[in-house]
């Protein structure tokens, strides 16, 4: 069975940056399409940003606001979350989550495959 795992989460102070790491376990090629979820405490998931695989085409959610980068290694078969000047707001489990159609889908409900997460916590 298909398994995503999530790396590179941790305990930052505001300002910090931090890169999460996403890679299939089990097989190569995960999906057409890539996605990072984030779920705050109390909150529904929500949409960080999505890559169609091949094409590198990107869409990013409201909690990007212009201080996440997404991008996949294919070499690697990696995708990536860069996170700059995190804000506490940003604290929250991040998932990642993979569909097989090539529309860039908000709704968590669209991805069939989730990884188990990995927590981001911004604190002073």
């Known amino acids: 069975q298909v398994q995503l795992v999530e790396s590179g989460g941790g305990s930052v102070q505001p300002g910090d940056s931090l890169r999460l790491s996403c890679a299939p376990s089990g097989r190569t090629g995960i999906g057409n399409v890539m996605a990072w979820f984030r779920q705050s405490p109390g909150l529904e998931r929500e949409f960080v940003a999505g890559?169609?695989?091949?094409?590198?085409?990107?869409l990013y959610g409201n909690p990007a606001k212009g201080r996440v980068t997404i991008s996949r290694d294919s070499s690697k078969n990696t995708l990536y979350l860069q996170m700059n000047n995190l804000k506490p707001e940003g604290t929250g489990v991040y998932y990642c989550?993979?569909?097989?159609?090539?529309?860039?889908?908000?709704?968590?409900?669209?991805?069939?495959?989730w990884g188990q997460g990995t927590q981001v916590t911004v604190s002073s």
């Open positions: 989550a993979a569909k097989d159609t090539l529309l860039i889908a908000a709704r968590p409900r669209e991805y069939a495959v």
């Open positions: 890559i169609r695989w091949e094409s590198g085409r990107f």
